[in-house]
């Protein structure tokens, strides 16, 4: 199967898997936050966690789209970026943003430019500091779909915002390898003891998906460190 027929199947797949995790308006008082439980068994923290990993993997991909020209770093950027719009649509409602404490809003409850400022403000100071947005639009194609980024997730587009000609790829795909293989953990665990039915069927049908992406990331990131012939 192609990997545009792969990405558009899990699309078609996950949105209909998770509907069973909640409504739009369900979703304005929020589903759990960090602290409240583990993301291997509380939904809330599950979903946060997955909206944020797959914030940062699109926002690094649009970075090295616009600084890589190999062909081969550029491809797995554009498929990293399609997975990731394909989960963030499922786990994310349209008009509804996941704010720095994890909780998900719904925009339309708030003012027209409400979202940013509620979303950016507890983690305003660390974007400006390290010159990369606090708050990513997971799919500009959509309302809403804004996911605030943890400083950690921040410092990483920072760190990669900074490397310099050659240097660019290996720390994107270092990097991409590392958040990959935190993401498939993350599903893994969630689809064994998630708390929700639903969620877990959504986890379990990702998977694919996810680890396919995860062993292409590894291996580029594999050839760039080690400086292996490529095909």
Partial sequence: MTTNARVSLAAAALALSIAGLGSANAQVVGLGGP???????NTGVFRAEALRNDAYSIEAGRIALSRSHDPKVRRLAQRSI???QATTDAL???????SAGGIVVDDRALPLDAPFAVIGTP?????AAVGVPAVVNANRAEPG???ALDPARQKMLANLNAAD???FD?????QLAAANAENVRLYRGYARTGDSAAGRQFATQALPMLEDTREDGAVLHSRKVNGGAED
């Fill in 145 to 147: 779909k804004r996911v």
């Fill in 123 to 127: 983690v305003a100071a660390v974007g």
């Fill in 165 to 167: 000609g050659r240097d």
């Fill in 92 to 98: 994310l409602p349209t008009g509804a943003s996941l």
């Fill in 170 to 174: 290996a720390v994107y795909s270092g």
């Fill in 82 to 84: 399609a997975n990731r």
């Fill in 35 to 41: 602290g409240l439980g583990s993301p291997s068994v």
